[in-house]
C-alpha cells in the first residue's frame, strides 16, 4: 500500500515490490501468483481499512452518515489505489461484504426493500468516490504548481465569457475552480446524498 501511495498503480510491481521490501521476487510468488493476486490482496485490505461498526443504537441517517465519512477517510488516505476498491471482483476482495452489509442493515431500517437499498448503495458509493476524485488536491498526475496553473486558466476562461449569454457561469468562475475548504466540501456532499435519503424514506 505505501509503494501504491508513493509510485501509483503502475510502480506497484512483483519485482518493485520485491526491492522495496528487501526480499527476492520468488520470496512474493509463494504468497501471490502474479500482479493481479497482488492487487486483489491490495483491494482486499483497502476495504477492511472501513470501519463498519456503526452505533447501531444511532439513529439510521446519522448510521449512514458516518459509513460514508469513514469510506471517504480511506479513499483520501489512498487516492492512487482507490480505484481497486470499485473495480476488484467483491470474492477477491471480501472485506467489502462488511460494508455491504452494514449498509444495506441502514437502509433497511430506513424502510427501503432489498432492490432498493441496492440502488441507494451503488449512488452512495459513487458519490464518495466522486467527492475524493473530484479534489483539486489528488491529482496524481500533476504537481502542486501544475494543478493551479490549470485551474487558473480554467477560470480565466470562465470569466472572459460573454457577459450577456453566461452573467451566472462569470460570477461562480472564482468558486467553480478552487475549494477553500476541502472537509466543507466533503461535509456537504454527504449531507447533501443523506438528506436526499431521507426524503425518499419519508414519502413512504
Given amino acids: 500500500m505505501a509503494l501504491t501511495d508513493a509510485e501509483g498503480l503502475d510502480g506497484l510491481t512483483i519485482r518493485r515490490l520485491a526491492q522495496h521490501l528487501g526480499v527476492t521476487p520468488m520470496a512474493l510468488y509463494w504468497h501471490f501468483k502474479n500482479k493481479d493476486e497482488l492487487l486483489d490482496g491490495l483491494a482486499d485490505r483497502l476495504w477492511s481499512l472501513v470501519d463498519a461498526s456503526v452505533d447501531a443504537s444511532a439513529p439510521w441517517p446519522s448510521r449512514l452518515r458516518t459509513l460514508m465519512n469513514s469510506m471517504i477517510e480511506v479513499l483520501r488516505a489512498h487516492p492512487y489505489a482507490a480505484p481497486l476498491m470499485m473495480t476488484t471482483q467483491p470474492d477477491a476482495a471480501q472485506h467489502c461484504f462488511d460494508i455491504m452489509e452494514a449498509a444495506l442493515k441502514i437502509l ?14 451503488r449512488h452512495g458509493l459513487r458519490t464518495v468516490t466522486t467527492l475524493v476524485v473530484g479534489d483539486p488536491g489528488l491529482k496524481p498526475q500533476l504537481t502542486e504548481e501544475e494543478a493551479e496553473e490549470h485551474l ?30 476541502p472537509e466543507v466540501e466533503f461535509t456537504f456532499g454527504v449531507d447533501l446524498f443523506v438528506a436526499g435519503v431521507e426524503a425518499l424514506a419519508a414519502r413512504r
Fill in 108 to 121: 433497511g431500517d430506513a424502510g427501503f426493500t432489498p432492490a432498493e437499498g441496492a440502488i441507494l448503495c
Fill in 152 to 181: 487558473r486558466r480554467k477560470r480565466i476562461t470562465m470569466e472572459t465569457l460573454s457577459p450577456s449569454r453566461y452573467p451566472c457561469l462569470i460570477a461562480a468562475a472564482g468558486p467553480l475552480t478552487k475549494i477553500d475548504d
